[in-house]
């Protein structure tokens, strides 16, 4: 079967570093994707890794071991627009996208 | 700046009209998804197309239909609606063979069925 775990909900306070886990087990891999969608709104791409190591963009950086089927976003510097919904999604067998249930970020001031 | 558009974003409707949700992307993307989900929960595929007149089931059943004539257009229907179909409706799109491209969402649909 298909499962990608992560934490429901998390609260950090602005200009703190967060830390998002994601793990998964997927029917083949051909990537993993970090998106961040805000309530009522549609899914936005953060980040990508297909190779294990540290991918930064900014404040936001993923990491990827596929070998322990594992993946995080670091999120530095925390603005109050931060607080959102993450998703972590596997591109399996076939291309389709097997999405997680999402964490709920909420940033305090 | 949105190259995924979906119409209507929001519809109120009653119980058993025939409903269908827009889907078009102008970004020749061949691979287009349409996912359902509920507020705070994750996404569910429940359509796909790899390109013209191609069309799968995803992981989620539906009662939906869904049809490709051309590339940049991916409606759904709903021949009956229930009250159980009442939720968000994404729809997206993606390179067809490229690992590396994520994909592109439109800004949905809600739908409440009366």
């Known amino acids: 079967g298909q499962n990608i775990d992560q934490p429901t909900e998390m609260t950090a306070t602005e200009g703190a570093i967060v830390q998002i886990n994601c793990t998964y087990q997927?029917?083949?891999?051909?990537?993993l994707f970090w998106y961040q969608q805000h309530a009522g709104e549609a899914p936005t791409f953060l980040s990508y890794n297909v190779l294990d190591g540290l991918e930064e963009k900014g404040r936001f950086s993923s990491f990827l071991s596929r070998s322990k089927g594992y993946s995080y976003l670091l999120l530095k510097e925390l603005q109050m627009k931060d607080s959102a919904s993450y998703l972590c999604a596997v591109r399996g067998d076939g291309q389709n996208f097997v999405f997680g249930p999402g964490t709920r970020l909420s940033v305090l001031p | 700046e949105a190259d995924i558009y979906q119409t209507p974003r929001y519809l109120v409707i009653g119980t058993g009209k025939k409903i269908t949700l827009e889907c078009s992307q102008t970004?020749?993307?061949?691979?287009m998804y349409w996912y359902q989900q509920d507020p705070g929960m994750e996404l569910h595929l429940i359509h796909y197309?790899?390109?013209?007149?191609?069309?799968e089931k995803g992981d989620l059943s539906s009662e939906s239909t869904v049809s490709r004539i051309r590339t940049e257009h991916f409606p759904l229907t709903l021949e009956s609606a229930r009250p159980s179909h009442t939720s968000q409706y994404l729809c997206a799109s993606s390179e067809l063979g490229s690992s590396n491209q994520p994909q592109h969402f439109g800004d949905g649909t809600r739908l409440s069925i009366l």
């Open positions: 997927t029917s083949g891999f051909n990537g």
């Open positions: 970004m020749g993307h061949d691979k």
């Open positions: 197309s790899y390109g013209v007149n191609s069309t």
